[in-house]
């Protein structure tokens, strides 16, 4: 959250966690009046940095300002190449087939990515066992 020195409510930012391989930055809103002044700067920074310390490898979001995350390292991504985001939330969206949101990451991408828990009765073969 992000206030005046007066206490005066400026705007909020949110992000979600995927693991420690991404987290999504899921809102960055301030006041109209706040606009301009550097308020939505200063809480992507921030939230940001928290993505960091955390050791978190890499931020994500959808927007359809890019121009200006551009300015705080996020370059656009195919929509398809977040596929956390993509299955969390993308395919119940009701706008699925006409987003109009920009895909973008800022930071590295991971080696290996996570994959989903699988039974023991997953078909899975085990190397190495005698």
């Known amino acids: 959250m992000a206030e005046t020195h007066g206490g005066e409510f400026l705007g909020c930012a ?3 966690r995927y ?5 999504e930055v899921r809102s960055i809103a301030t006041r109209l009046e706040a606009r301009g002044l550097g308020a939505g700067g200063m809480l992507l ?5 928290d993505v960091r310390n955390s050791g978190t490898q890499r931020a994500c979001l959808f927007t359809r300002i890019p121009s200006f995350f551009a300015r705080y390292g996020f370059h656009t991504v195919p929509l398809a190449s977040m596929r956390d985001k ?5 395919v119940h969206c009701a ?5 109009d949101e920009i895909a973008m990451v800022a930071g590295e991408p991971p080696i290996a990515w996570p994959v989903a828990a699988r039974s023991s ?10």
């Open 14 to 16: 949110a992000i979600h």
């Open 19 to 23: 693991g420690t391989h991404l987290a």
């Open 45 to 49: 920074q921030r939230v940001l940095e």
């Open 86 to 90: 993509v299955a969390k939330d993308c």
């Open 95 to 99: 706008r699925r087939e006409r987003c």
């Open 121 to 130: 009765s997953g078909g899975l073969v085990q190397i190495g066992q005698g």
